[in-house]
């Protein structure tokens, strides 16, 4: 074999080398041919919204949304955030993307939640309709939802912008309640504690003083 023939047979194997190559670095990659990062996940269709940042799919799942926290019922801002979600994504096709841990001690998936190129997760923080909870493994964005979050703060935009109100006054109790408790209980909670609106509205006793024969709330 002349040198030309060799020199030739070596440039051919160099090229079969890279594009073997290449298409290994392509198939490894999460990317596509564009550069658009290619999400690996499940689609599922919604058919019901619990709240701010839980929802049902068609076909039973409980999804727990990843790196945001919605106001529970009876506080403030509940209904705005439970409305967004559900304009948002219900009776519409999802993209579920897992972290880390699959599931939370409920039994609902964590997920974060894609819409057609929109990263719904992000878009609540972003626009004041959540707030940030990371909790760990799960802290893929964390650094991303706090920076949103910091300028929705700014901005006084969605739960940023509302006038916090008393958590007796939004149980449905008089101005200068102090204590509420649940009817069917003796512990009693102060007015001054965030979870007091967890309590049920329609089973709220109202308080001016201490009432006697109660126990305080050990969580409030």
Request: hydrophobic share 35%; net charge neutral; glycine share 8%.
């Amino acid at each position: 074999m002349n040198l030309n023939s060799m020199k030739m047979k070596l440039n051919g194997l160099i090229k079969i080398s890279f594009v073997i190559l290449l298409f290994f670095l392509i198939g490894c990659s999460k990317e596509n041919v564009s550069g658009n990062t290619v999400l690996e996940g499940d689609k599922h269709s919604v058919v019901e919204v619990i709240d701010g940042d839980t929802f049902e799919t068609e076909d039973g799942i409980h999804v727990r949304m990843l790196g945001i926290n919605t106001p529970e019922v009876n506080e403030d801002y509940y209904q705005e955030a439970k409305d967004e979600l559900k304009k948002l994504i219900f009776n519409k096709t999802v993209l579920l993307v897992r972290d880390k841990q699959d599931k939370d001690k409920y039994g609902r998936d964590l997920r974060y939640v894609y819409l057609d190129g929109m990263f719904v997760n992000s878009y609540l923080v972003e626009n004041g309709h959540a707030k940030t909870l990371s909790i760990a493994p799960n802290t893929k964005y964390t650094e991303e939802f706090a920076l949103l979050e910091r300028e929705a703060m700014d901005k006084k935009v969605g739960v940023w912008g509302i006038e916090q109100r008393d958590p007796c006054v939004v149980l449905g109790c008089e101005e200068g309640t102090k204590y509420v408790a649940s009817k069917n209980s003796k512990t009693y909670y102060d007015c001054g504690c965030k979870k007091t609106t967890r309590l049920r509205v329609k089973e709220v006793k109202c308080f001016k003083d201490v009432p006697q024969g109660y126990t305080k709330s050990k969580s409030c």
